[in-house]
């Protein structure tokens, strides 16, 4: 019987407990602010942090486009200049130099030396020479020639060689092109 009075007082205390009424449980508005307080605090620096992480993101990947174009920009020149046959500089642009005397070439590798530069300006449109627009580099490149050239200078042998045929001392016609020397032609949109 003493273990049913022991349980009997147990239950009889823990209603006790629970039937006081005069007691409030909770937290105090004082506590409520400063939990406020705290948490936007935090929620603060946790954005303040991801806008500093996006903004780092997109100038690196600015950075990195502009670093992958201007690597095109350079592979698309340097493959240029690897397929040139001769490339001047700037001295080469006009036929003199400061002392009023020609230009000597160093020959291109496997070349005819020459012995001076050609004044390139002369052969440049007149848009080109503007002082806004001087360019500062030439080269020559190697580009097949369009297929209706081609078709005139076969016709030009053909009939060259009949008449030829005709009469033995006539010359031989050709293309307008000498062999060894560029031939420059650009059209208009």
């Not at 909770?26 to 506590?31: H, V």
């Not at 012995?115 to 052969?123: D, E, G, Q, R, V």
Request: glycine letters at 6%; a positive charge; one cysteine or more.
């Amino acid at each position: 019987m003493k273990g049913v009075q022991a349980a009997k007082r147990q239950i009889l205390f823990l209603l006790s407990l629970c039937l006081k009424g005069g007691e409030f449980k909770g937290f105090t508005l004082l506590e409520l602010l400063v939990a406020m307080l705290i948490g936007s605090i935090i929620t603060f620096l946790m954005l303040a942090g991801v806008t500093n992480l996006m903004g780092t993101n997109q100038r690196e990947g600015a950075r990195s486009d502009t670093q992958r174009d201007a690597q095109a920009a350079i592979d698309y020149m340097s493959r240029d200049l690897r397929e040139a046959i001769y490339v001047y500089d700037g001295r080469c642009l006009s036929d003199t130099t400061a002392n009023n005397s020609r230009v000597e070439l160093e020959p291109a590798v496997g070349t005819t030396p020459a012995t001076y530069c050609s004044a390139l300006l002369n052969f440049l449109p007149a848009n080109l020479k503007a002082a806004t627009q001087l360019p500062v580099l030439a080269f020559w490149r190697v580009d097949p020639l369009p297929d209706p050239f081609k078709r005139f200078c076969e016709l030009n042998a053909k009939l060259g060689l009949r008449q030829r045929h005709q009469q033995p001392n006539l010359p031989l016609p050709r293309c307008p092109v000498l062999p060894g020397r560029p031939i420059v032609w650009w059209s208009t949109p």
